[in-house]
């Protein structure tokens, strides 16, 4: 009889403490708005913290990265912008060299600008993006990782932009198509016209190769935006998830902290009946 009822009082106890635990973890969480204090208070809940806590880190090295990409398609786009002036403006100083009665000294002003305009394109071409690389590489583009499956270059080739031109005589540079259109505006009476002529449809070749090199880099421009919104999406996402495992539900606490409480109690309660009325039981 004092075996059994020292066994039962044992577990009861060992009843009452696990209660007055599980209150004082309420009172933790309520305190700290934290639900978990520790990896083993709910083990799938920590681990799955962990992962949307390892994401987080990654997407910040991802907008970074989408940063520096729209940074440098940016910077592409306004060059190209700028190309796309110098080509028009070339052809206006080609249009206006056409005619025969053009005197010597703006046929030479018109060739001093197209000389210009060669030197800026030569420029151009080895200019430099924010980070300091070439904003037009000799070689293919760098593909910049913006998730873990998908990278995305900024900007095209060098090639792309000022080589390429589909002509009449074949693919041609900018450049070569200006330094032609230089000597057809020098040449002689008798060949300017055509000359002049070959120049121009060149320079609408150089219009709508640069059009179309505008197009592309537009989109190159959109997918960027299109992975910082991703990026912003799941980042709302994954925190409102980081939130909902970490953080505690007030409503829920208080009820469980006040039901554990009145258990808890009543336990005590009966516990102390229980035990001193066995007592007297031995005795007497």
Same mark, same amino acid.
């Given at each position: 009889?004092? =075996?059994?009822?020292?066994?039962?009082?044992?577990?009861?106890?060992?009843?009452?403490?696990?209660? %007055?635990?599980?209150?004082?973890?309420?009172?933790? &969480?309520? &305190?700290?708005?934290?639900?978990?204090?520790?990896?083993?208070?709910?083990?799938?809940?920590?681990?799955?913290?962990?992962?949307?806590?390892?994401?987080?880190?990654?997407?910040?090295?991802?907008?970074?990265?989408?940063?520096? *990409?729209? &940074?440098?398609?940016? @910077?592409?786009?306004?060059?190209?912008?700028?190309?796309?002036?110098?080509?028009?403006?070339?052809?206006?100083?080609?249009?206006?060299?056409?005619?025969?009665?053009? %005197?010597?000294?703006?046929?030479?002003?018109?060739?001093?600008?197209?000389?210009?305009? #060669?030197?800026?394109?030569?420029?151009?071409?080895?200019?430099?993006?924010?980070?300091?690389?070439?904003?037009?590489?000799?070689?293919?583009?760098?593909? #910049?990782?913006?998730?873990?499956?998908?990278? /995305?270059?900024?900007?095209?080739?060098?090639?792309?932009?000022?080589?390429?031109?589909?002509?009449?005589?074949?693919? +041609?540079?900018?450049?070569?198509?200006?330094?032609?259109?230089?000597?057809?505006?020098? *040449?002689?009476? @008798?060949?300017?016209?055509?000359?002049?002529?070959?120049?121009?449809?060149? /320079?609408? %070749?150089?219009?709508?190769?640069?059009? +179309?090199?505008?197009?592309?880099?537009?989109?190159?421009?959109?997918?960027?935006?299109?992975?910082?919104?991703?990026?912003?999406?799941?980042?709302?996402?994954?925190?409102?998830?980081?939130?909902?495992?970490? &953080?505690?539900?007030?409503?829920?606490?208080? =009820?469980?902290? +006040?039901?554990? +409480?009145?258990?808890?109690?009543?336990?005590?309660?009966?516990?102390?009946?229980?035990?001193?009325?066995?007592?007297?039981?031995?005795?007497?």
């Amino acid at each position: 009889m004092i =075996s059994s009822t020292r066994y039962n009082a044992a577990a009861e106890i060992n009843r009452q403490t696990e209660l %007055s635990k599980q209150i004082a973890q309420l009172q933790a &969480s309520v &305190s700290t708005g934290k639900r978990l204090s520790a990896p083993s208070d709910d083990p799938g809940a920590a681990q799955r913290i962990s992962e949307i806590r390892q994401t987080q880190a990654d997407q910040v090295v991802w907008n970074i990265n989408v940063n520096m *990409g729209t &940074s440098i398609s940016s @910077a592409v786009d306004t060059s190209l912008t700028n190309i796309s002036a110098m080509i028009d403006r070339a052809k206006e100083l080609v249009l206006s060299g056409r005619n025969d009665t053009t %005197s010597p000294t703006d046929r030479t002003a018109i060739t001093q600008e197209l000389q210009s305009i #060669i030197a800026k394109l030569d420029s151009a071409s080895t200019a430099n993006d924010p980070t300091g690389a070439p904003l037009y590489p000799t070689g293919s583009p760098l593909a #910049i990782p913006v998730s873990d499956t998908l990278s /995305l270059p900024a900007t095209a080739q060098r090639d792309q932009v000022f080589g390429n031109v589909a002509t009449a005589g074949g693919p +041609q540079t900018l450049q070569q198509i200006l330094g032609a259109a230089i000597t057809a505006i020098n *040449g002689s009476n @008798a060949t300017r016209a055509s000359a002049i002529q070959s120049s121009l449809d060149s /320079l609408d %070749s150089s219009i709508s190769h640069i059009t +179309q090199v505008r197009a592309d880099q537009g989109v190159r421009a959109q997918r960027f935006d299109a992975a910082a919104e991703d990026l912003s999406n799941t980042g709302t996402d994954l925190s409102a998830e980081r939130n909902g495992l970490e &953080s505690t539900d007030l409503t829920y606490a208080l =009820s469980e902290f +006040q039901s554990k +409480q009145t258990a808890l109690q009543a336990a005590q309660t009966l516990f102390a009946k229980t035990n001193k009325s066995t007592l007297f039981d031995l005795v007497g």
